[in-house]
């Protein structure tokens, strides 16, 4: 008996022990962001935010055309955030940031509980010779504190990104709840599911995806009882998810964000150029260096290129090794492995939404990297744990993998500091990514709208010209350096190219129509 209570208390000393390391975490998370909380608001946040108070006010959320607008995937609650954030701080950006700063750590702890309650189910099967809870808490630092997630959080707008992670990771929570429990309680659980999914439609489309995550975490438990529940939890979720990507292609009609309709370069373009792009996305994680805001990748065009078919064959390996691991590694031996086909899976299917054939104006952004790098971080951790097993005979391996693990801890977390020194302002900024895409007109223009906003329209009207010159096609720098001209006190100039604006706009109605 007393033995028995000896393991109690050492079992509630271990679990206090790894909520205490979760508060840790949680507590280098607002440390990593503390520098970005007085932070301009940068690019398209103060219109976005304008736009919210002015269409999301409590009064008229559930008003018919909001409602209408969440079933087109408006990202509905991301703005009626918004409008809360202004009615108890009213444009305070300090508010802003820390609440996207809340969020993130809110999200980091349900990856946690996720990790931990996968790994504790597929126990059994897949036979995993370390303890969950180490493993998850590595998983959730590496997730909250990497700086390819700066992008999420410190850009206000990305919001929804951060609102559809949350929503994500508690359907899959509740999912699983559904998956190992039986009768009411089952019930309950499948419902709250439900709940969350819908809202994370009202966050960003990538919840779409849920269904298939859930797939593949039923895949890694294992076991055919667990299979046959899934089926049953998965019919309306397919259903519901077909349905709504349809609602929202159709809706994409004739868009220039997104859609069939926005990219010239056409469909395969697109498609190919995305193999780059996941490849990039990978580098970062493993190697963040080279962040940018607005990235200036090369479009692939031809399908029977060398770049295309290198990319495609890279895209290939990670896509069927990572099911070959995950379908075929059982074992304790082999239990890491089938983690780490895993989590790149888990990476590949959150970002199809954004990398697959349906062309978004922007090819990449990193901002889309945030839920995807669980997987990665789930990866990683794992192939770490099958190292250090293959070297556990080796003398201080304890101390040194504690040593390695504080290590690259802080590293991420200066790493995210430094980044965001960038988001500090938004001449810093758009001098980062005009300095790292050259040959992009958008950085410059930005850039240039930076320099006047600060009273320097000399350096706003070269970067102006940069811009056009860089882009002839773009309309906003020819009205932009009409005006820096108009502050130089060269009317003349100015009244010029307003009247090459007003016909360049005049050229685009038309072809248009």
């Known amino acids: 008996m007393r033995q028995s209570l000896d393991k109690d208390r050492t079992f509630i000393s271990c679990r206090q022990l790894h909520y205490l390391l979760l508060a840790a975490i949680i507590f280098a998370v607002m440390l990593s962001y503390s520098n970005v909380i007085q932070g301009d608001l940068q690019f398209d946040d103060e219109v976005f935010i304008n736009s919210s108070l002015a269409d999301m006010g409590p009064p008229s959320f559930f008003s018919f055309s909001n409602l209408k607008n969440y079933i087109y995937g408006s990202r509905s609650l991301p703005q009626y955030s918004f409008a809360l954030n202004y009615h ?19 999200t980091a702890i349900l990856l946690y509980y996720f990790t931990n309650m996968l790994i504790s189910l597929g126990r059994p099967d897949n036979e995993l010779n370390f303890d969950s809870r180490p493993f998850a808490l590595f998983v959730t630092a590496i997730f909250a504190l990497h700086p390819l997630q700066t992008e999420s959080v410190s850009y206000i707008v990305q919001r929804s990104e951060l609102l559809a992670s949350f ?23 499948w419902l709250a599911s439900i709940l969350l999914f819908v809202a994370g439609w009202g966050c960003k489309e990538i919840i779409i995806t849920a269904p298939l995550a859930y797939f593949i975490c039923v895949l890694y438990i294992g076991g055919t009882e667990y299979l046959g529940r899934a089926w049953k939890g998965l019919v309306p979720y397919c259903f519901g998810a077909v349905t709504l990507a349809c609602i929202k292609l159709l809706n994409l009609r004739g868009s220039m964000e997104a859609g069939f309709d926005s990219y010239q370069p056409g469909v395969l373009a697109y498609g190919l150029t995305q193999l780059k792009v996941v490849v990039t996305y990978l580098r970062l994680f493993v190697f963040p260096v080279g962040q940018n805001i607005d990235h200036d990748i090369n479009i692939i065009t031809r399908l029977w290129s060398v770049e ?19 379908a075929n590694c059982h074992g304790k031996h082999q239990a890491s492995l089938r983690l780490v086909g895993f989590g790149l899976l888990w990476f590949l299917v959150i970002l199809l939404p954004t990398s697959s054939i349906i062309p978004i104006r922007d090819v990449m952004a990193e901002h889309r990297t945030y839920l995807p790098l669980a997987g990665l971080g789930i990866a990683f951790t794992a192939f770490s744990e099958m190292f250090l097993n293959n070297i556990k005979r080796i003398p201080g391996r304890s101390i040194a993998t504690l040593i390695a693990c504080v290590g690259l801890t802080v590293m991420l977390m200066y790493a995210t ?9 938004k001449l810093a900024l758009w001098q980062d990514a005009a300095a790292k895409s050259p040959n992009k007109s958008r950085p410059h223009n930005n850039l240039g709208n930076a320099y006047l906003l600060l009273g320097n329209a000399s350096l706003a009207a070269n970067n102006y010209r940069t811009a056009i ?10 009205y932009n350096l009409a005006l820096a001209l108009k502050n130089l006190g060269r009317n003349d100039e100015a009244l010029q190219m307003h009247r090459i604006f007003v016909n360049i706009v005049k050229r685009k109605t038309s072809a248009a129509k």
């Not at 430094?418 to 302002?425: G, I, K, P």
């Not at 010159?469 to 020819?478: A, F, S």
């Open 88 to 106: 108890f701080s009213g444009l305070e950006v300090a508010s802003y940031h820390i609440t996207n700063i809340v969020i993130h750590a809110f």
């Open 167 to 189: 929503c994500y990771l508690g359907c899959l929570i509740a999912l699983l709840g559904f998956t190992v429990r039986k009768g009411t309680a089952a019930l309950a659980w």
């Open 469 to 478: 010159r860089l882009d002839p096609d773009n309309i906003e720098p020819y």
């Open 417 to 425: 500091r430094q980044r965001n020194l960038v988001w500090q302002t």
């Open 308 to 326: 295309a078919a290198a990319y495609l064959v890279i895209w290939l390996c990670i896509a069927l090794g990572s099911i070959y691991l995950l």
